[in-house]
């Protein structure tokens, strides 16, 4: 049956569905990341797995689509694809550094979204223009730069991060793309201390949005939340890793049913437990069971 139905036809009633449970974004991180579905292939013995984009709208904990793409490489096209059926005015759209791309930036600010993305190596000369210039500012003490420090502590280890925003003095004269509305950069330096081992790391971001570095860590700080409210618990909750789906159309739209699941179990909050509990809650007892579907949707 989960064979027969079209996965792009499925996913498009998932994302009407959601549209009306969605409140404003405006202000509000939309991370983008994607998952591979490591046991669903298309036969067995291809090792060929299906990998999905998803556009989580982070502080409302709600998927607003997703869609299956080629492999990493595939979340380049597929974002302003899936930005095209979207709603995020105001929104400030996330993505890790697979997204950081100029084309992407146009196609969030087409949506009338803002953006802080991740910013590593792969994109070379903006990278190392933005290195360049972080390196001249940290010269003179970081003097005049916006400065906002996280510490966190707990499980035996100590995070301290320091985000530093200035106004990007310019692009790459070798820049031959255009980034649309791109005003800040971004650096972030963070220490963490565990078992008396220390190790310290840098990161890049940059951003349309003006220098202020407690609003560039809320975004970078709440984007991650992608992986442990989404994926982590999609993994641990939905046990989408372990289901071995052969056929493509019904591992497409498998993944898509288990999204309407694990939505409906998000909003229900009368019960306090883990995903996974709620679900044999859900088996067990039919009250709860229609008081899970209805939901967010209907009185009961």
């Known amino acids: 049956?989960?064979?027969?139905?079209?996965?792009?036809?499925?996913?498009?009633?998932?994302?009407?569905?959601?549209?009306?449970?969605?409140?404003?974004?405006?202000?509000?991180?939309?991370?983008?990341?994607?998952?591979?579905?490591?046991g669903a292939v298309d036969r067995a013995g291809t090792g060929t797995a299906m990998h999905l984009l998803h556009v989580w709208a982070a502080e409302q904990?709600?998927?607003?689509a997703h869609a299956v793409v080629d492999g990493a490489g595939g979340e380049i096209p597929g974002i302003p694809a899936?930005?095209?059926?979207?709603?995020?005015?105001?929104?400030?759209?996330?993505?890790d550094a697979n997204g950081c791309t100029?084309?992407?930036?146009?196609?969030?600010?087409?949506?009338?979204?803002?953006?802080?993305l991740a910013l590593k190596g792969n994109r070379s000369a903006l990278h190392a223009h933005v290195v360049e210039a972080f390196a001249a500012v940290e010269a003179t003490g970081y003097l005049d730069i916006n400065t906002h420090q996280t510490i966190d502590t707990g499980h035996g280890r100590v995070e301290d991060r320091t985000f530093r925003a200035m106004a990007i003095p310019s692009?790459?004269?070798?820049?031959?793309?255009?980034?649309?509305?791109?005003?800040?950069?971004?650096?972030?330096?963070?220490?963490?201390?565990a078992k008396g081992a220390t190790t310290v790391e840098r990161q890049y971001f940059v951003s349309n949005l003006p220098p202020d570095a407690a609003e560039m860590a809320r975004a970078?700080?709440?984007?991650?939340?992608?992986?442990?409210q989404l994926h982590w618990v999609l993994d641990v909750g939905m046990n989408e890793d372990a289901c071995r789906v052969r056929d493509r159309n019904s591992a497409a739209n498998f993944a898509t049913i288990k999204r309407?699941?694990?939505a409906l179990l998000k909003r229900e909050t009368t019960v306090k437990r883990g995903i996974a509990a709620k679900r044999r809650h859900a088996g067990w007892d039919n009250d709860y069971l229609l008081q899970v579907l209805c939901c967010g949707v209907l009185e009961i």
């Open 171 to 193: 692009l790459p004269p070798t820049s031959q793309v255009e980034w649309a509305d791109l005003a800040t950069i971004v650096q972030v330096d963070r220490v963490r201390t």
């Open 260 to 262: 309407f699941v694990l």
């Open 102 to 116: 100029a084309p992407i930036t146009q196609a969030i600010r087409a949506a009338e979204a803002d953006y802080v």
């Open 1 to 38: 049956m989960l064979n027969a139905l079209d996965p792009v036809e499925f996913e498009r009633q998932f994302r009407g569905w959601v549209r009306a449970l969605t409140d404003d974004l405006a202000g509000q991180v939309v991370a983008i990341d994607g998952k591979t579905l490591r």
């Open 220 to 228: 970078v700080r709440t984007h991650w939340g992608v992986e442990n």
């Open 82 to 95: 899936l930005l095209r059926f979207l709603d995020v005015r105001g929104a400030i759209i996330t993505t």
């Open 61 to 64: 904990q709600l998927l607003l």
